[in-house]
């Protein structure tokens, strides 16, 4: 018996990041699934929870949503205007930086794409997307062009390629300055001044740690505090590398007082100190 507008209700309701469910809504026939989407179209202005039900619906159906429509394409925009549960459908990701409708669309899915491949460790993967991503956007100054060097250096970064991760990271700073979110100026930063110090490139590095403290000066108080210890972990590595220990405890003593709970204060410091 097939399923009533009400079941589908119920159906969209329980929306989950369960295995259950996924199986349970992806089993439906193509026009009752259809139906469940525009259930999910009609309640998500409802509230946030219902929002989170839909962009879990559509997550679930992404095999459903189709990026080169004009209507479905707003399916697309929504997952990610706010969390939903469930891994993010990197199948239609993918068609998506393929096959959008529109140029914006066509660069967020290609950038969450490449973001997620390099997280999940398909690093050639995700550089090829990063770099179909600069071919498309290098020298416009636009937003995914900034995300797209950032997770080219995470790359290179996680596959311990640093000599090749300097001129990405430069490139991320440069992109950084007058545009950007102040967070992306401050990873962009820290990014480079990691990678200097790997490298035992001080003296750069002491250059890169006067912008990366200027864009942590910059932050709001709450993420400013661990930014800022971080901060004082990389002066104490320099002093570290330059040979004065004593310089060096006492930067990691000012790292330690502004951000008591922050933790480790420098990627380098548990192996030299």
Known sequence: MPPTHEDLVDLWTAASGDAAWRAQVQALAASHRQLLLGIADARYVDGEDDARRSRTTYAALSRDVDPSSPVDVRRVHRLFEGPFDGGWPLELMHRGFRHAVDRETELRCGTLCAQQLVVDGAHAEGLAVVEAILDRTGGTGVEPEGAALLILFAALANTSRWVE???ASSAAVRWTEGRGRPAWRVIATDNHVRTLLTLRATDAAVVALEAHEAAVARLAHEPRVPALATARGYAATIRLFRGDAAGA????R??????PTAGAVGPFLDVEV
């Open 165 to 167: 991760a300097v001129p």
């Open 249 to 252: 405890l006492a930067a990691l």
């Open 254 to 259: 000012d790292g330690a007082a502004a951000s």
